[in-house]
Every structure is written in structure tokens, then in C-alpha cells.
């Protein structure tokens, strides 16, 4: 009856039998800790992430959208003026490309030129510095086939009376699509 190979099947377990390994439970500890880590890095990531992209989205509403261009040419066909439309300032923005400049008695005025319209007028260029700056909305463009500048007494000529010709600039607006 008393076989060395044969279990006793009738021993009532103990509770110290039932216990979980001590490496078990570090083990387990050490995987909960390693998530939680895990999981404080991804939202610290996510969170930076979105910084990041709030701030090149301001980044980008600041950049000027250059939606008008033109490049007027002078009478020997040289580039002498670079006019372009920042519609969310609201300003034309001019850019001299070669050294001519008014004399004392004159003013340069930059006329919008529509076909079979007259000239009107978007401004005086009263600063002699190589870039600069006018005032202008959108829709004083729309339509304008070229921009011109003429040369016109201190201070330019009203719009009613127009521009002195020929031309000093004249070349082509370019209505860019977005």
C-alpha cells in the first residue's frame, strides 16, 4: 500500500502552497512601473507635440500671403521695381531694384491700370529708402491687368486729373492663386 512513486492524493493543501513566488511579484511590480513611465512619457510627448504645433500655426499666420506681384520694368526693359500685396496687413510693399530716384520737385506715384479704364491712382512713393511701404486694400486690385508708376509734381496729381506719360515703370500684376 505504501508505494514510493504514488502520491497521496488525500494531503489537504496548505496556504503556504498557494503563495505566489517573491520574483513574481517584483517582476509584476516592475512591469506596472515600467508602464506607468511609459504611459507619463507619451502624454509629456503628446503635450509637447501640440505646443509644438500651436506655435507653428502662429508661426504661419504671421507670414505674410503674398497674393499680388509684379515686377515693373523700365524703358530699356531692366527690372526697377518690385510691387507686391500683403492683403492681411494691408499694404503694398515696393522694393526699388535699381538707383533712380525723384529729384526735389518730383514725386514718383504708382497708378493700378485696368483695359479701357483710366489709370487710378494707389499711392505717392514718398520715401527715398529701397523698400517701403503703401497703404492699400485688396480690392483695389481686382481686375488690374498692370501696375505703373509716373513721375508727377511734389506730392503727385489727383486721380481725376492722371498721370503725366509715358511711363517711367510699367509691367505686368500677376493675381497669384493660393
Same mark, same amino acid.
Given at each position: 500500500?505504501? %508505494?514510493? &512513486?504514488?502520491?497521496?492524493? #488525500?494531503?489537504?493543501?496548505?496556504?503556504?502552497?498557494?503563495?505566489?513566488?517573491? =520574483?513574481?511579484?517584483?517582476?509584476?511590480?516592475?512591469?506596472?512601473?515600467? !508602464?506607468?513611465?511609459?504611459?507619463?512619457?507619451? +502624454?509629456?510627448?503628446?503635450?509637447?507635440?501640440?505646443?509644438?504645433?500651436? &506655435?507653428?500655426?502662429?508661426?504661419?499666420?504671421?507670414?505674410?500671403?503674398?497674393? &499680388?506681384?509684379?515686377?515693373? !520694368? #523700365?524703358?530699356?526693359?531692366? +527690372? +526697377?521695381?518690385?510691387?507686391?500685396? %500683403?492683403?492681411?496687413?494691408?499694404?503694398?510693399?515696393?522694393?526699388?531694384?535699381?538707383?533712380?530716384? @525723384?529729384?526735389?520737385?518730383?514725386?514718383?506715384?504708382? =497708378?493700378?491700370?485696368?483695359?479701357?479704364?483710366?489709370?487710378?491712382? !494707389?499711392?505717392?512713393?514718398?520715401?527715398?529708402?529701397?523698400?517701403?511701404?503703401?497703404?492699400?486694400?485688396?480690392?483695389?486690385? +481686382?481686375?488690374?491687368? @498692370?501696375?505703373?508708376?509716373?513721375?508727377?509734381?511734389?506730392?503727385?496729381?489727383? @486721380?481725376?486729373?492722371?498721370?503725366?506719360?509715358?511711363?517711367?515703370?510699367?509691367?505686368?500684376?500677376? &493675381?497669384?492663386?493660393?
Amino acid at each position: 500500500m505504501n %508505494d514510493p &512513486h504514488t502520491v497521496p492524493t #488525500d494531503t489537504p493543501r496548505t496556504p503556504a502552497s498557494r503563495r505566489v513566488s517573491p =520574483w513574481w511579484r517584483a517582476l509584476a511590480i516592475v512591469l506596472l512601473l515600467a !508602464l506607468m513611465l511609459g504611459w507619463a512619457a507619451s +502624454a509629456s510627448l503628446y503635450e509637447q507635440l501640440k505646443a509644438q504645433i500651436g &506655435h507653428l500655426q502662429a508661426k504661419v499666420a504671421n507670414v505674410p500671403q503674398i497674393r &499680388h506681384i509684379a515686377v515693373l !520694368l #523700365d524703358d530699356q526693359g531692366t +527690372a +526697377a521695381m518690385l510691387v507686391t500685396m %500683403d492683403p492681411q496687413a494691408g499694404v503694398l510693399q515696393l522694393q526699388r531694384l535699381n538707383e533712380v530716384k @525723384e529729384g526735389r520737385e518730383d514725386s514718383m506715384q504708382l =497708378w493700378a491700370v485696368k483695359d479701357g479704364q483710366a489709370p487710378r491712382s !494707389l499711392g505717392v512713393i514718398e520715401s527715398k529708402f529701397k523698400t517701403l511701404q503703401l497703404p492699400a486694400q485688396e480690392a483695389a486690385l +481686382a481686375g488690374v491687368a @498692370e501696375l505703373a508708376i509716373s513721375v508727377e509734381d511734389k506730392g503727385g496729381v489727383p @486721380e481725376a486729373q492722371g498721370p503725366r506719360l509715358p511711363w517711367l515703370f510699367k509691367g505686368a500684376l500677376v &493675381h497669384k492663386a493660393i
